[in-house]
């Protein structure tokens, strides 16, 4: 459990940075961690100590907060985070482009169809 009793959110992490534009040799050199480490911190495979967010949350230009779940669905926390960094958007919008989105990872989930020739 993270702050206050809520999780830790990879998603926003992975969404905070994309939104930054910097990349994961950036983040992880800012905070004296290696690319390998951040990108575990963003896949769920590892979990930042509290100083570390503490950077995390510096180089992104967030408060600490904004590394922690807000949502139920993680790709609603991912937009979210990743649309902080650029002109405002509505709550509709951004529930529209995490809709978006989530059918475009659907459709990079499912394996690809022969067409008969």
Do not use: C, N, W
């Amino acid at each position: 459990m993270g702050l206050s009793g809520i999780d830790f959110s990879p998603d926003r992490l992975r969404g905070h940075r994309h939104g930054t534009g910097l990349t994961l040799a950036q983040v992880g050199a800012a905070v004296g961690r290696t690319a390998d480490t951040i990108k575990d911190y963003e896949g769920g495979r590892a979990r930042p100590s509290a100083r570390t967010l503490a950077g995390l949350a510096k180089v992104l230009e967030v408060g600490i907060d904004d590394l922690f779940v807000r949502h139920q669905d993680a790709t609603l926390d991912y937009v979210e985070a990743v649309s902080q960094h650029g002109p405002p958007l509505t709550d509709e919008e951004i529930r529209g482009a995490a809709v978006v989105l989530r059918t475009v990872r659907r459709g990079r989930a499912r394996p690809e169809r022969q067409v008969p020739a």
